[in-house]
Structures are given as structure tokens and as C-alpha cells.
């Protein structure tokens, strides 16, 4: 592991996961961005609800979904 190894085996531990299903991001947008390209491919559609986070749309925008 690297820096966040520790931060990884709580995660998975409170919430009785493997560590490797969990992801750390820096933060709501990088989450979101990487769920995204997980997820979806090029004219694919997501619903966010509303009101919601704002970069969300943008998010999805730059990513032509």
C-alpha cells in the first residue's frame, strides 16, 4: 500500500468490505469523475437529483454523457 494503506483497512473494516473495494479520492468532484468514467461510456445517461452537487452536470458534460 501506499500513503493511505492505513486509512483503506479502517475504511474496510467499519464497513465490512474488502480493502480492495474501497477507493479514497481527494474529494467529491474526483469521486464523482472516476464513478463516471467506471461506470459510463460515451452517450451513456445519468440522472442526478436536484438540487444536487453542482459540478455533477458539468462533470458529465465534459465527459459527453
Known amino acids: 500500500g501506499g ?3 492505513g486509512s483503506i483497512e479502517i475504511f474496510s473494516e467499519i464497513f465490512k468490505t ?5 477507493y479514497l479520492t481527494a474529494g467529491g468532484s474526483l469521486a464523482i469523475w472516476v464513478t463516471m468514467n467506471l461506470l ?8 442526478f437529483p436536484s438540487p444536487g ?13
Request: hydrophobic share 40%; no cysteine; glycine share 6%.
Open 40 to 47: 459510463a461510456g460515451d452517450g451513456d445517461n445519468f440522472l
Open 3 to 5: 500513503e493511505d494503506s
Open 18 to 22: 474488502s480493502k480492495d473495494d474501497v
Open 53 to 65: 452537487f453542482p459540478l455533477s452536470l458539468t462533470i458529465a458534460k465534459s465527459m459527453k454523457l
